[in-house]
Each structure stands twice: as C-alpha cells, then as structure tokens.
C-alpha cells in the first residue's frame, strides 16, 4: 500500500505516463517528469532479489516499473526520501554492486543497481539529488506546485474561535487574547490565545520573559464540567541561580484559582536530571519555594534524540527482514515501545488529574514536542470529539500545527542535510500512541488506521501544504493556505475511506488506555508493511463481516419497505395484526444505529 | 502449644486494612452465628474447613480483603463470603462445577505459605509443624488467590491449611480423584454424542478412513489389548503390514489422516531395541517400506525427538513462562512490565510453538505439494507426534476446524491415541518430575495462533480453547483422566462394580452441558466463522484432484525428498532397498530448513485466502502472540474497560442478531411462497447477544472481578529499565549550539 491513496487517484494517469509520456500529459497531471531510464535499472528489491525495471522521476515521485517478469512497481514520493548515496566505485566488482542506495524517512530503503557505462548513474542521482531535497537547491517544495483541486478545502476544517467557543471558552474564568496578532509576544505561538480572565496583556509580556522561546502558559482544553484546565507551555528561565519571577508565579496562580483548585499539578515531561541539567543552559523547572501552591511531577519521556536513536534501531530489526531468533528481546531493545508507555501513561495521569478537577500545566523544555504530544493524547482521552475523523483533525491542526511543533526541522522537508540533529520521529511516536489506543479502544475512534497511515505518508510527501513549516507565523509568510492545498482537503473528499464500521459514539466517557507492555504492540501495518511476508489483510475479516451484515440488514429493511409498501396499496386486506409487527421491527433496529 | 499466639491475640496487631475490621467481625459473628456451607456436587463431601479466613482482593499493595469460610473438600477448596453476594448473579458465563472462588483440587499448582513475612513453596515436610500466616495458592488456570490464616482459631486455621495442603500437594492414587465420586447424572440430551466422534468403535475408524479416502487397514486385534497395553483399542495401519504380533506393540506405523492425492501422514513410536543392531535397522526398514507402499511409493520420514524440544524442555519452559502470569500484586505487574519481552523470550514457550507449527508446516508440505507419505516418529509416539500430526489435520482438512470435528480429532489423536494425560498433567501429584509436561496444553497454544490469524476458519472460539484448557484439571471427566485406552478400560472396569450397579457415571468432557448452560455455551461459536455451503455435512467436499492419481506409475516415479538435511533422509537401507537413485530436485538450494517451507508459506500466501482449504500460520517474531484471553483474564491492570475485541465482537453479535430477526421477519411473510432468501445456515440458536449495557472488560467472558472505577491504572517503576546511558540522553532538545556538517 505504498501511499495507497496516492496509486488510487493517479495509478492510471500514471500508466499513461509510462506508456505515453509527451510534455503535454505531465502539464496537465501537475507533474513534471525529470528522468526517465532507457535502459533497464535493476530495483534491488529485498523480498523479490533483483528486478529489472524503468526509473520515471517527477518532480514528485520516483516511479518504478519491472520490465522483466516479476511484478513490482514502485511509487515513492521524493519527499520521502531523507538520503541518497552512491554504491560502488569504478572498481566495484561483482552482480549489481555499482548503484545508488536511497534511505527512506518511512522505514524503508532502496537499491537500484546501474551499469557503469555511460553517465547513467550520475544523472538519475543528480536529478534526484536535487528534487528531492528542493529547499537545498533553492527550488520551492511540490506542495507549492501541485494544482490539485478538492471540493473540500480542507483549510477550513480548524478555526480557532470556533474550536474555542466549542469549549464553550471564553467564559468568566477564561479570556482570549489577541495580544498575539502579529506574533509579537511569542513568534512560534497561533495568534489566539486563552488566558486566565485575570490576567491582563501586561502580564503576560511579563510571562513571557522568564519562559522559553516566550511560550507562556495557554489553555489548550477546558473541561466543560468541573472547569479544570490543561495548559500548556515550556520550562520556567530559572537557570543556575535559581531566578524566580513573581509575575509567572502569580500567573500560575490564578490558573489554579480560576476553578478553585487547591493545588495546582505542574507536568514536566522530561526526567528529573534532565530538567535539572536545563537550569545550565538557562532553564529549569518550577521550585516547591516559588510555586507553594503547585506541585511538580515529573514524567520522564526522554528527548528528541532519544527518540530518534529508538526509532533507528527499530527499522534495523524491522527492514529489510524481521529479525528472527530474537525477535522479542530485540523489540524491547530498541525501546521503541517503552517510550511509547511512558508517553501514554503521562497523558493518561494528566487526563486523570482534569477528569477529578484539578488544573494542570504542561511543559517540557520548549513546549513542542513532548508537550504536544502529552496535551493532544489527554485530549483525545479526555473529549470524544477528538476521536471523530474531523475533531482529530481539529486536534492536530490545534495542538500540533497552530502551537508550532517543528515539522519543518523534525521532519526535514526538502533538505539533504539527513543528519541534522533536529530531525526527530516525534509526531510518529503521537501517531503510534493513537493507533495504540485506536486497537485498545476499537469500537471509539470514528476514523480508521488507515487515516493514520495516510497521515504519516503526507506527513514526508511534501504533496500537501499541511505539515510544512514550523510554525503559523512562517506559514502565513509563505502564504501556505493560499498556495498549496491541505492534506484535510484530500482526506475530507473521501471520508468513506477512513471510516471505522465499529465506531459507537460515546459522548461522556474518558478513555484509559493501558499503558502496559502486556498490551502495547508493534505497529506491524505501518512499520513493518513493506515487507509482503507479514500477512496484511486488506481488512480484518471482523470488518469484512460487518460490513457485509450492515449490506444484509439494508438489503432486508428495504426489502420490508416494499413489502410493506406493496402491503398498504392493499390496506383493504390488511387488518391481520402482522402488518404492525415488521413497523415495530424496524424502528427498533434503527434505534442503536 | 505454637508460640504464634492465639488468633485473637492476632487480631489485634494487623497491619492492612480492610473492609471489616477483624473487631468487627466478632462482633457481628457471634449473634447470628448461621454456618454457610457451599453447595456441594453429588457425590461431594467436606473435609475441613475454618473461619473467619480473609481473603485478599488481588487489585494493589492495600492489603484489603473480605472475610468468610475456607472449605476443603474431595472436590475444590472453596471460599465462601461472609457478606452479602453481590448482585452479580446474572453473570451469562459461569460454569455450573465451580465458580471464581472455587479451586478444583486438581487445579492447585503450588501452595505458598508466608512466615515471618517469608515466602516459602509448600511442600509435605512443611505441612507438619508450623501453619503459615498467609497461604497463597497458584492455580493450573493461572489464578492466584491469598488466603490470612491468623483470624481463626489455631487449630483451625491448622486443620484447614494442613487438609488443603494434604489434599492438593500429596501422591494420591487414582481412585482419590473426584470423577470417582461424583455422581452427577448424565445430561439428558446427549447432543455431544451425537456429532463428537469418539473413536472407540470399529465404526468410528471406518467411517473416518471412508471419509478421507484412505486406503488402509483396520486392525481389531487389540481388542483386548492382547497386542499391546501402549496401542489404541483400535487403530489403521498400512496394507503392506503383516504379522502384528512381531511389533511387541512398538513401532508400528499408525495411519492418522490421508491426503486427496492418496499419500497419508502415520506416526509411530520407536521399534524395540534388542540385541542386534541388525534387528533394529530390519524393523525400520520394514516400518518405512510399509508406508512408502501406501502412496506411490514415497515417504518422508522424521525423528521429531530429533528436532523438537523433548517434554522435559517442553515443562521447564512453560514453568518459566507461566510465572509472569502468575501475578500477586500491583507492584509484581509493573516490576514484571518493564522486562515483559525479553522474560517472555527467555521461557522460550513461544519459540517451541512456533517450532511445532514450522514442523507441522513441513508435514503439510510434503503431503500437500510433495504428495509423499509421512512417517513421524519419537519414543512413545504418543506426545509430539499427537501434536504436530492433529496441527497438520487441522491445516489441511476444515473439517478438523470446525468444533464437532475439532473434539473428535482430539479424541482420535490425543484420547483414543493413548497419550498419556495421567502422567503428563500431574494429576495425582507424583513426585517424579519426569512424566510432567503439558503437551496438550501445547498443542492447544498452537491451535490459538492459528485461530488468531485465521479466525474465519474456525467455528469454535477462543474462548472454547481457554475453558478447553481450563477443563484439563477438572477432576470430573473421564477424558484427561487416563494414560492409554488400557488404562481407561482397565480402571473403568474395575471400579464399576464397586460403584453400586450401572456403570461408572464419569461424563466426557465434550458434554458441555455439565459445565455450562447452552447460553453460555454459545461463547463457544466464533461469529466469524464462515461456514461452507455443503450438502452433505459430514462428509469433506472432495477436492478437485490438482494432481492426476495415477497409481500404475511404475517405481521410477519415487519421490526424493525435496529438503535437505530436515526431514531427515531416509535410512541408506532404504535407498538400497528400493534401489532408486536419488534425483535432487533442488540444486543448490540453501541448506537452510526453514528456506523451502517459507518457498511454500510464500506460494501459499500468494494464492487468494481460502478459508476452507489448506491454511498455513505465519510464524515469523511479530506474527506469533501470546493467548491474551487465557494468560491475562485474571490480571485487573491488564483489563481495559469497555474496549479489546470484546468490544468490536459484541457489535458484530448485536448486528448478526438484528439480521436474524429481520430475515425471520421476512420469512414468516413470505411462508406462503417459503423463499428462503439466504441458505447461509447463521446457527441460529446459538447466536448470543451480549447485555451491551453493561460496558464488558477486554478479559470478558472471564472476568469476575467486579468492575473497577474509572481510576485508569498508572504505571509505576518507569524508569527501571529506561537507563539511556549514552550522551543523547543529556542532550539539549535544540541542536542550536551544534554545528551539523552535511
């Protein structure tokens, strides 16, 4: 399924490229075709040994066609691709040793041998050297070129007032604050803000100088209830001398009193000692001095690099082949999944506090990455809107998006710098964390797994405007809504597609999931889904059956429709008390639904 | 007479709290003083029993519990509350024998006692001189209940915990086993009968070869078990075999299952060892020669004490792995957490699962692409041989996946085909470790991993294996009671004259009705299953031929083993004997075992999924999982509320019903044209709807535990393991003062 939506809009506009590729066709499928092999490459497939194919390079995707007999196509977009090296030298000897090697940011790599003659290889690297990493080329990343076109605009699908006042914010506790507008007071902040109503614009200037990059604490969700607040926002500047600021701790108190809390809990994500070791550099943490009324607790989730490594070593087990004798001790190895419990039982204590009343805050050292994600994951246990397929939109338009974290640097967007340091596989792990709850919770997600692949496919193709830049201020110089298209837009276009059967609205219900490894598992459909030996049912035979009971019962109600219709046009005869029956039947059946 | 003191010197110091207080109990137990007594089971009886006993609830470090009685009877230990029962009576899966605080004697894996806050495995020299102040009990079903001896009186307390101790840890013989006292009667509507085959007729074994086709021999002769005490009471041989009595009942090739093309899968276990070598390698010969004659004149043969685990291994790996889910409190679970997949890897359990279904796959192959006969072989021929050659029934023939047949291979392989569950389970405590080794148990593990990934394929559900595995130590059925068909026969001839007139009223297993209600008993039924439109229902719908039988093909058409180096080479003398020259079919194919069987799981999984055809697991690291439901029911932090595929199953029952009603809506309208609109035969009757009002937890049929509160559960000991020692740890999250060169 290699970006499956992408092969089920355009696999036979890409046929017609491949068997008929004059200028004119690329123009009106808004692709540019760059490259295409006349000789024969050899795809060193890894489940398949070689095979012989054609190489098409667009300026957005690399495709792959066997000539020989075996059936491989490959289709990947150039934005997915984080490296590109040469294999082999002048002096390579043996079978398709002389190539290029591509690493992939979606845990996969791939091999394509090349005959030395000629500058065969020199040109396919250099083309797509240079399309794939555009920004380092001073060229403009494909979402800017694509022209597609959507009924939806997916662009609308988050406004931030609306998404407030559905909060019912702002209220008597709660003000929203334009203070934000041009990005004055925090440049990788959204423009709206809400505050504690007590607090006044003054304030928080005077926030926003002893916290991080300026990112003062903001209400991130509001529960309708019991009026208890998650905040979110990044460490306090107490560095090594230990600085207090009376303005940030009389902030947190009023976050604190807006609902009477008595005693507000301060989250930091990070461990202890590397909460400590941020005073060095200026940061810290909340002190039991400072903050009397606040208690502070440490959860522990590690940092981007952290992260980064686990992942690494997860795809060195999982691709090309699964490791084998060791499969479990080599799992919990790459601790992979063990950060993934952390994360979760972080937001699962955080959603716990607000569900018995108490206001939290949120923080990590700049508030972007594991702030969002333990912020969005509370909210997404906390607010059954978030987990319908247009509120998780919301959610991470809101929580990830609009509040800055940095796609542009952990991702990588179009530059060739795969080494950078900043790159980080923060929003995966929040993704994995969903799908974690999404298989704990079946029957409580309206969207499907195959939306969150479909997110993290768009999240490199660099195809829409959504995930690009890091921030809103940076997409509204670069005019992303006016330019590009969201992915929403995609997505929204054909909601049939990411709709869970199961899905049974339960509006007032907080969602725990559990954070043991006993239930925590390998996400094989994404990480491991090209390797074709690990059985991928298209879909579960559980769904499979369920849709074909849910086309059996509107086969049979429209059948008794008839009946009933063809009954009434005979309502003479019809005095038999049998007629009532199937009325009832059917008013009965519509009810759950 | 013991210094510990008396228990209401006890009472007085106690270090937990509870939902009474030990004060109060006295004071609330000497007015009404009204004994409870459990319900006992015909036959039952009462040994001992003492009070006030608190029972400890398993959810955290609290230390909380409810008071009651601890009785012991021939039966089960039992506890039974001092309050009120709750109103959860309505529970639709209960089992009609013994309830959540009820332990079948036969059930009891270890009993601990703690002294002086010291824990320490029971065992007969303990039992004498001191009783502990805590007794903490394992089970064979994976729960654990804790028992506080110090309110009761001294010597109740002592009585109570030496009788249990004495009942469930001592040898015994055979007759002490409740199935020799219960006298329960037989359910009146003998449906099992009916459909479970039982094999234990001459009919039976015929009526199985007609229906594979097979074209063997019957053999009556053991009728009186005059052949051998080890061999089944009837069982199918080759033609080609002669003279039975030479065997000394061993090694004899014993027809399990045959293949559409003609080629059969036989088992057999060791011929005798006598003197001469010569003797030996003669029998082999004539052993192979015999099954290479049923088919086209090929077989595959394979030692699987060769290349399996032995029971021993087999035992100590499941001991291992049992404990993780043996958990007595919160603070074991997340220790244990932290570790959870490297502890699980090291039992090893999971890898010999997979080991069983890769050679089980082996044997599918050959009969299945190769169409050679296969002779599996080990000592007894009654362990391994029973699993792997039931695992290859159950891939190959849908018959064996549906629940009646499922039961009456059971019966043919593991029942009938004398393995020895007496022995392997440990049912009378014998202290001789080396018969022990849950080899059914095994089996059972495989089969779920194919359910699991195959689940339309099944008509029976998890659920029908966890209680099946559960049954095993239930001293009421005579079907694990036994080591052979000899056995069976020899003890229930026996004993039946002693128990009054009629025979002994022992009822198999496979009578459902004993344990469950027909509404629970639909948990049983896997919703899912797709079942085939047939028009004749026992008989397997015979498979269009892919291969031409051709029987006159002369010997020149010998099959050589396409694998090297696995399926062990036949014996030289074999070659020599058939005088064939070898062909190898697969130059330079790596010697590598498991390269041509992942060839033939690739093919196989390249063809369009057939549910009623030949079904193959897959077996690499992530796709081979641990039995949730059987391992994880009795664990609370483990439970999600209100979600696991509880959830998506009660939705898919509520629809199935819902189109039930409809389509028999529909029907009753169209009665007069009698239109049936859909021949797909839903079992009817056995549709369950599950009471959605209640939200279920994922251990649901299972659980007991009475819901928890929506407090989530919250990790403890994060970091234990979490000791990211490099530098990335400390590093900032901002690389700013990094300068990255490309």
Redesign the interface.
Known sequence: DASGDFSKNNTCKLTFLVTDWRPSYYLFLYFLLFYSSDKDIIYICPFNAAVKGKVFITNYRLYFKNTDSTPVTLDVPLGVISRVEKMGGASSRGENSYGLEITCKDMRNLRFALKQEGHSRRDIFEIIFKYAFPLSHGMQLFAFLSQEKYEENGWNVYEAMEEYRRQVLPNSEWRVTFINKNYELCDTYPTILVVPYKATDEDLRRVAAFRSRCRIPVLSWFHKENHAVIMRCSQPLVGMSGKRNKDDERYLDLIREANGTTKLTIYDAR?N??AV??KA?GGGYEGDDAYQNAELVFL?I?????MR?SLKKLKDIVYPN???S???????ST?W???I??VL?GA??V??KVSSGSSVVVH???GW?RTAQLTSLAMLMLDSYYRTLRGFQVLLEKEWISFGHKFASRIGHGD??H????RSPIFLQFIDCVWQMTK?????FEFNERLLVVILDHLYSCRFGTFLYNCESARESNNVRGKTVSLWSFVNSDTSLYINP?F?P?SS???????????LE?W?TYY?RWN????HQQQS??EQ??KE??A??DQ??K??EE?QLSDSTHLTNSSTP?AA??NQ?ITH?QT?F | MLSLGSGGAKSTKPSFVSYVTPEEIKSEKDPPKQEKHPDLLPGEVEFCSANPILKYTQDDLSQRGVFGTLFCTNFRVTFISDEKPQEKTDKTFKNKLYGENDIPLMCVDHIYGVYDEKRKLITGGLVKNKYPSKMIIHCKDLRVFQFSLTFSKEEDAKKIFQGIAHHCLEEKSLKCVFAFSYMGTPSPEMQWKQETVMFDSPEDWTQEMKRTKANCRLVTENENFELSQRLPKYFVIPLTIGDLFSYQGKGLPIWCWSHYSGCALFKASFPPVTQEDGDFQKHLDTMINAVAHNHLYSVKTEDLSESLPNIQDIQQSYNKFKQFFLIENSTDFWLSDVKWFSSLESSGWLDIIRQCLQKAVEVVECLEKDNTNVLITEEEGTDLCCVISSLAQIMLDPYYRTLMGFQSLVQKEWVAGCHAFLDRCNHLHQKDKEYHSPVFLLFLECVWQLVHQHSPAFQFSETYLTVLSDSVHVPVFSTFLFNSSHHRESVMKAESPLAQSGPLSCPTVWDWSVQFDSKAQNFFFNPLYLEKVKHDRAVRKPHKPKHQRNLSLPSTAFKTPPKKGFFKDETDSLKKMLRVKRLSRWRGSPDAPAATTREFFESWQHRPLDYHGLLLPCLDGPAVHIWMQRYLRWIPEVYILGGGSVAVMTKLMELLSQVQDLKRVLEQRDSSQAAKLDHRPYFQHRLLSFDSSGRLSSSFPFAYTCYRSFKPIIPTGLMQSLMVTDSLASQEDEASSVVSFV
Not at chain 1, 326 to 332: D, G, I, K, N, V
């Open positions: 461990p000692v590397n070791a941020n550099t522990d590690h940092n981007i690099h952290v490594e699964v490791e084998e060791h499969w479990l001790s080599s799992l919990e601790h999944l063990e950060h419990k952390l039982s699962i204590q959603a716990d990590c050292s700049d990455d060739k710098n080494a950078d340091q900043d704990q919770f079946p029957t409580a199961f049974t339960e219900r907080v969602l725990y999931p559990v954070a043991s490894m006993r239930h390998l094989v491991i074709p030996r690990i059985l035979p559980v059956r369920y009971l849910l059996l019962r049979y109600l059948k008794l009946l049998n029956t199937p039947h059946l759950p």
